[in-house]
Antibody
Framework: EEQLVESGGGLVQPGGSLRLSCAAS????????VTWVRQAPGKGLKWVSY?????????YYADSVQGRFTISRDNAKNSVYLQMNSLRAEDTAVYYC????????????WGQGTTVTVSS | DIQMTQSPSSLSASVGDRVTITCRTS??????LNWYQQKPGKAPILLIY???SLQSGVPSRFSGSGSGTDFTLTISSLQPEDSATYYC?????????FGQGTRVEI
């Protein structure tokens, strides 16, 4: 079964850091781009970041996280990471990772999500 | 940024009804338009990609159409399990953006 599993969420104080992980199984992970999408409580979906499948991965960020979040991947471990620094209350959300066969094909496999709460 | 305007924000329909949700983009996106279904507490599911291609495993009552800046998701015969929120999303250029969602109630 093709699967993504997120981990690393939790409660953190404003200004703190968290590292989310997205572990893939059941498919050739290195062939796929991966994206992070978040959903604040009761709100819609918001794109966060994206890393391509290429060996020299191309990376993109939403303006709201640029300079604070860092996406990376380790194809040997079939994993993508989201390092989140300088966290703010407005970063509170469920964070999903999803894979993309290509930009045109959409996000076809999603993880179950991990919850990040930024609060004092 | 490409703005997504999705309508309606919610609708109520009966089993067997034909339901249409529209998504308008602020600029042409060359059919890089995807539709997702999300049920409460669950991750989204890809329904349609490339504006009109049905994702594998998705029931054929779901279909997508449109081009340029105007797109439509149609459920040909609404089923009880279709109660969910539906989102359009453009992957033409970053930042990728989603519509605000349409809640479908049965």
């Amino acid at each position: 079964e093709e699967q993504l599993v997120e981990s690393g969420g939790g409660l953190v104080q404003p200004g703190g850091s968290l590292r989310l992980s997205c572990a893939a199984s059941g498919f050739t992970f290195s062939s796929y781009s991966v994206t992070w999408v978040r959903q604040a409580p009761g709100k819609g979906l918001k794109w966060v970041s994206y890393i391509t499948s290429s060996s020299s991965s191309t990376i993109y960020y939403a303006d709201s996280v640029q300079g604070r979040f860092t996406i990376s991947r380790d194809n040997a471990k079939n994993s993508v990471y989201l390092q989140m620094n300088s966290l703010r209350a407005e970063d509170t959300a469920v964070y999903y990772c999803a894979r993309l066969p290509s930009d045109y094909h959409g996000m076809d496999v999603w993880g179950q999500g991990t919850t990040v709460t930024v609060s004092s | 940024d490409i703005q997504m305007t999705q309508s309606p924000s919610s609708l109520s329909a009966s089993v067997g009804d034909r339901v249409t949700i529209t998504c308008r983009t602020s600029q042409s996106i060359n059919n890089y338009l995807n539709w997702y279904q999300q049920k409460p507490g669950k991750a989204p599911i890809l329904l349609i990609y490339g504006a009109s291609s049905l994702q594998s495993g998705v029931p054929s009552r779901f279909s997508g159409s449109g081009s340029g800046t105007d797109f439509t998701l149609t459920i040909s015969s609404l089923q009880p399990e279709d109660s969910a929120t539906y989102y359009c999303q453009q992957s033409y250029s970053t930042p990728w953006t989603f519509g605000q969602g349409t809640r479908v109630e049965i």
